[in-house]
């Protein structure tokens, strides 16, 4: 009884997990998947100590289940053959504004950022990123910053065309600045800043799926695109993994950086860290390398991804 109330816990998570069960509470429980992948050894390793192989077959598949969906995002992927010009993409939650401005200038000045998308940006980060100097050194913008939590910001080193803002309408209706970017020696690439409702509560995971699954997908036989922000979701969310189906690929995954918390404690909540703001990718980019940043004052860490873009 013992080894069959031990390997159950993580048996269903994983069945939850495989089958994409994420309704209701489990789509908050589920971000947590990497944790409960490391731990499932401990069951399997009870069930053996004690004997128990039927438990312990249990607990073995439970383990090899969620060690396999969430191994590979240590592990960097094969890139496709890129040789168009590099680009440097930040993307930072701000926290309704209260993200340090002094400090996120300093990472687009330090790290040579081409193209920077913010979430939850309002027009005193604005002015406040202005007068540390972002505007001349990333000068075309496509901005909608707005009171609270609902605004969003592109910012470019090279000219924007297209641009636009996506209202999201569901939750907290954040919005999503976007703009086709104009790179010398690449083609034109729509770049969105991305932020979906958040599952905070019960009443609001309609509303998260809903936002989620608005995204715009991916064109792999069109122009080249981006997403880049808060997604309110890990790669154990069911919507985003259908997201990146349709032909984008994670880049912390593809890095081999994909456990690399981007959300939780950095504001003093007592959260594990868990890997909501991605930067998906046309699968005809080649990602070099993504880092996980710091940023003061907000309860995000921004995410730095350096890319090769294919050729026109």
């Known amino acids: 009884m013992l080894c069959w109330v031990t390997v159950a816990p993580t048996a269903l998570w994983a069945a939850v997990r495989l089958l994409g069960l994420d309704r209701g509470p489990l789509v908050q429980a589920l971000a947590f998947t990497p944790y409960i992948a490391g731990v499932s050894v401990l069951p399997l390793a009870l069930a053996l100590a004690l004997r128990r192989w039927w438990p ?40 309704a504004g209260t993200g340090d401005a002094r400090t996120l200038v300093e990472l687009v000045r330090r790290h040579e950022v081409d193209v920077l998308t913010v979430q939850e940006f309002t027009p005193d980060a604005q002015a406040a990123l202005d007068q540390l100097g972002l505007d001349r050194l ?5 901005l909608n910053p707005e009171v609270g ?33 104009a790179i010398p020696g690449a083609p034109p690439v729509r770049v969105e800043s991305a932020h979906p409702s958040a599952p905070y509560a019960l ?7 809903a936002d989620l699954t608005a995204q715009p997908p991916a064109t792999p036989d069109g122009g080249v695109q981006i997403l880049a922000g808060d997604f309110n979701a890990t790669l154990d969310h069911g919507p985003l993994r259908a997201l990146l189906r349709t ?11 994909g456990l690399v918390g981007t959300w939780g404690p950095y504001d003093g909540d007592l959260i594990p860290p868990v890997t909501i703001d991605h930067v998906l990718v046309d699968q005809r980019i080649a990602v070099r390398s993504v880092r996980v940043l710091a940023l003061p004052g907000s309860d995000h860490r921004p995410v730095l991804a350096t890319l090769t873009l294919p050729t026109p």
Do not use: K
């Not at 995002?73 to 890139?79: C, G, I, M």
């Not at 969003?152 to 970017?181: C, E, H, I, K, M």
């Not at 009443?203 to 799926?209: M, Y």
């Open 203 to 209: 009443d609001q995971v309609g509303s998260w799926r």
């Open 56 to 95: 312990a077959a249990v607990a073995a598949l439970a383990a090899v289940a969620l060690l396999g969906v969430v191994a590979p995002r240590v592990l960097a992927d094969p890139q496709p053959a890129a040789a168009g010009p590099t680009v440097r993409l930040l993307t930072a939650n701000l926290l």
């Open 149 to 181: 939590t609902p605004g969003s910001g592109l910012y470019s080193r090279w000219p924007l065309t297209d641009v636009g803002l996506r209202r999201n309408l569901n939750g907290w209706g954040f919005t999503q600045a976007y703009g086709t970017v």
């Open 247 to 257: 032909g984008y690929v994670d880049a912390a995954d593809a890095a081999g950086e």
């Open 138 to 142: 990333l000068p075309h913008r496509q």
